[in-house]
């Protein structure tokens, strides 16, 4: 079959069909060629590439034109059907993959389509990937990626894209739930995995070309995109279904601890010093604190308080009730809850319901997530010690159990923080009466935030999943993914930029934690701030419960931009300077700040601050 030609308004595609190459010719004659081979790797290691097609059919319709082609996978059972159209409305490029005769468990990752090859010289271009918060890579240089599954810290958004000498593409995961991406040199490399151990569904990807092009025109691409399909939930339509959220904007985030005890089952448990696996503050001190917070000057403030429960933070989850009875117990935190609230800061509690305890008052392997075999998770990590994974099915109705009893109890809870949930794996389950897939993983933490904001409590969670957003209000933080995800010593791997704020900073709050000249911190590099992040993002940060006034200046600072800005889109993100360091946010209300980050000095709207 001669190479087929798609033309639109703004490029023209040549599918070669029969070597499986694809080549994008932009109105310029800028050019995006893929030349390596889809493949399917297997559990066993082999990998083997796509042959020549035996079939190859054009396609037609009202709305698009592509090529469909069928190929017999060598030494397996396992055709393939790939479709390659052009949206002649949209202009999307549309890669469709369909997989059929695998076996169970036979398939690990399937690299469809292929990836554009780069080949940009350095100060040529860039990649741009959504590591986190966002990195982009500079054309020559070289970056790893830990697991590159989307809907994790490789990938907050199912979104990656890249710019060559001022045009690039966008590239979306419209099927993201069982996706991944990998590096190969300077080439983003596609991936599907199979979802319950089968390639049972179609995949698809799209790519939209632009020039010129930026990350910013790429982060901008996705927000519409995440528009069109009804997921851009804003703040301010969050506030319309739970009005308490409104109380929340502006807000330092003051974020303590109330009990704690580590089993001897955890893995940092101290056998030489077993005083130290126990602490305890009273609900009553934490009062006191409050109290005095406010007096110095922070009126309005969102707290969140660890190891409540009856054994203390990360203990005995899902099933945590009764409060801990050395802090005070039901009346202690019952009281701290009424005079959080009488001081007008919002009441919040951290929660758990993924890590399952197996020293848990209900704890059942008939609720635990099962992997392929009929084996189950075993972790040793958090303080609470052994436990397994709790299946997100049952999930829902714990939440729904443990807050209608903090209602019985009198305790008046106004946020709640289900922690991990917006940075785990999601969660797949081969449980035969609770099979659950990845996809549907999302759909019930989704539903057990969804179950807070019906009682007009406020959810939280930890960073940011793009899938959990529409129900999500607050984060823990967002920051940058780098060389060390432990809070020493980390170096930036390529240039973060805010491309989450790009598509969804008017709607969830990100707060920072860090002060000026603080410059060390989970995702934060050695040479920059948190606290500047704060500024050029218009975003709130954390209050210590015992802040000094040099510090609650600061915070009122960042938090009153942050009121201002929490509603706005951020429309643009720009470089200042060669070394990065001083940087300008723009925002959909006409707001500039501007952030020398070398210096820890900020402009707003053309005025030092």
């Keep these: 079959m001669p190479i087929h030609e798609i033309i639109s308004d703004s490029f023209l595609l040549k599918v070669d069909a029969e070597n499986i190459k694809l080549t994008v010719v932009l109105s310029s004659g800028k050019t995006w060629t893929m030349t390596k081979r889809p493949y399917i790797r297997f559990t066993s290691g082999k990998i083997i590439e796509f042959p020549n097609p035996k079939e190859i059919k054009t396609t037609k319709t009202g709305t698009y034109d592509g090529v469909r082609s069928y190929f017999d996978i060598p030494e397996t059972k396992i055709s393939v059907m790939t479709h390659i159209y052009v949206d002649r409305t949209t202009e999307r490029i549309v890669c469709e993959l369909r997989v059929d005769g695998d076996e169970q ?18 100060g040529e271009g860039y990649t741009v990937l959504p590591r986190m918060q966002g990195t982009l890579v500079p054309a020559g240089m070289k970056i790893k990626i830990r697991i590159g599954d989307v809907f994790g810290r490789d990938a907050y958004m199912p979104l990656y894209g890249q710019v060559r000498n001022g045009a690039g593409y966008a590239a979306i995961f419209d099927t993201p739930y069982d996706a991944k991406y990998q590096l190969d040199e300077d080439r983003v490399v596609p991936q599907f995995r199979p979802t319950l151990g089968k390639m049972a569904y ?43 959220v409104a109380r929340l904007i502006g807000c330092p985030i003051i974020h303590t601890l109330i009990c704690r005890n580590v089993m001897p089952t955890c893995n940092y448990y101290d056998k030489e010093h077993p005083e130290k696996n126990h602490s305890c503050v009273p609900f009553k001190q934490r009062e006191e604190e409050l109290k005095a917070l406010k007096a110095k000057g922070i009126d309005r403030a969102y707290t969140h308080f660890d190891g409540w429960g009856v054994r203390g933070y990360d203990n005995l989850h899902p099933s ?35 890590d399952y305890y197996l020293d848990g008052p209900d704890f059942s392997y008939d609720e635990a997530t099962m992997k392929p075999g009929g084996k189950y998770p075993y972790k040793t990590y958090w303080a609470g010690g052994a436990h397994s994974y709790l299946c997100s099915t049952r999930a829902v109705d714990y939440v729904r159990h443990n807050y209608a009893e903090f209602e019985k109890l009198g305790i008046k809870i106004e946020a709640a923080y289900l922690d991990v949930f917006s940075v785990a794996d999601l969660d797949e389950c081969f449980d035969p009466d609770h099979p ?12 057990c935030l969804d179950i807070l904001t019906d009682k007009g409590i406020i959810p939280s969670s930890e960073e940011i999943l793009d899938c959990l957003l529409p129900s999500m209000v607050l984060c823990h933080h967002a920051p940058y993914g780098t060389t060390d995800m432990g ?18 900073h008017d709607c969830v709050v990100i707060p920072w934690i860090g002060f000026r000249g603080q410059f060390v911190g989970f995702g934060i590099t050695g040479k920059d701030g948190a606290y500047s992040h704060a500024i050029l993002n218009g975003s709130p940060v954390y209050c210590p419960i015992d802040a000094d006034d040099e510090q609650i200046k600061e915070v009122k600072f960042a938090c009153a931009l942050a009121e201002k800005l929490a ?42 601050q």
């Design 320 to 354: 945590p009730l009764p409060p801990n009875e050395e802090a005070g117990g039901t009346e202690g935190m019952k009281k701290l809850s009424e005079t959080t609230r009488a001081l007008g800061y919002i009441f919040g509690v951290h929660d758990q319901y993924r």
């Design 567 to 608: 509603l706005c889109e951020m429309v643009k993100h720009e470089f200042l300077s060669d070394d990065y360091l001083r940087q300008r946010t723009t925002f959909s209300d006409g707001t500039t700040v501007e952030v020398d980050f070398g210096k820890e000095e900020y402009v707003i709207n053309g005025i030092s």
């Design 105 to 122: 468990g036979e398939i690990e990752t399937v690299s469809y389509p292929a990836p554009f090859d780069f080949g940009a010289k350095e």
């Design 487 to 504: 809070v020493d010593s980390m170096e930036a791997q390529g240039i973060p930029i805010p491309l989450t704020n790009l598509v969804y």
């Design 436 to 447: 659950t897939t990845r996809e549907q993983c999302a759909v019930d933490r989704m539903h």
């Design 202 to 244: 179609i995949r698809k990807m799209i790519f939209r070309f632009f020039e010129p092009c930026d990350y910013n025109v790429i982060a901008k691409c996705y927000r519409a995109y995440v528009k069109e399909n009804g997921r851009l939930i804003t703040l301010k339509e969050k506030i319309d279904r739970n009005p308490n």
